[in-house]
């Protein structure tokens, strides 16, 4: 659904912006096979990736929070998760990520970064304190949108407790773990 919206959508606030098929069956297997159960992302859109993220979470027995600034899309998720069956395994929060991440108490061993790419630095470091040892930080579209996410990338290579590394699948995922 997200594929053909996004073909005939000239308007880029309509487009859904879905994470690649294979990019979300990675993060899936890393979610897995870490036991990981707090999950952070920032980018719901219409869900695609909120539904591999809380089927994987539903193994690990986790949860996910997940925040978008478009309410509308928000609500496509919701629907989206009822459908699959996964809605109880996520909180959907509607508004500004940065200002959300603020107030959110974590801790988190997994944090996706799938939204606005230029806020994400600032999200990251919000964030820093409130990961675990041993979180995984990923963010899409490296390859896709590499003048935009710079930043964020310069940010999580300059963290000298994080290993890094962009893995070639979809458009682009970076792989970061707090040692």
Known sequence: MGQENDAREEDHSHKMLNLEPDTAHLISILIRSSQRKHLLEIGTSNGYSTIWLAAAVKATSGRVISIDRDADKQAMADANLRRAGLSDLVE????????????????????????????????????????????????????????????????????????????????????????
């Open 92 to 179: 959907l929060i509607a508004g500004d990520a940065t200002e959300i991440v603020k107030t959110l108490v974590g801790p988190f061993d997994l944090v996706f970064f799938d939204a606005d790419r230029l806020s994400a630095p600032a999200q990251l470091q919000l964030l820093l304190p409130k990961l675990t040892a041993g979180a995984l930080v990923l963010a899409d579209n490296v390859t896709s949108h590499p003048d935009q996410i710079a930043d964020y990338l310069a940010a999580i290579q300059a963290l000298p407790d994080f290993d890094h590394m962009v893995v070639p699948v979809g458009k682009g995922l970076s792989i970061a773990y707090k040692g």
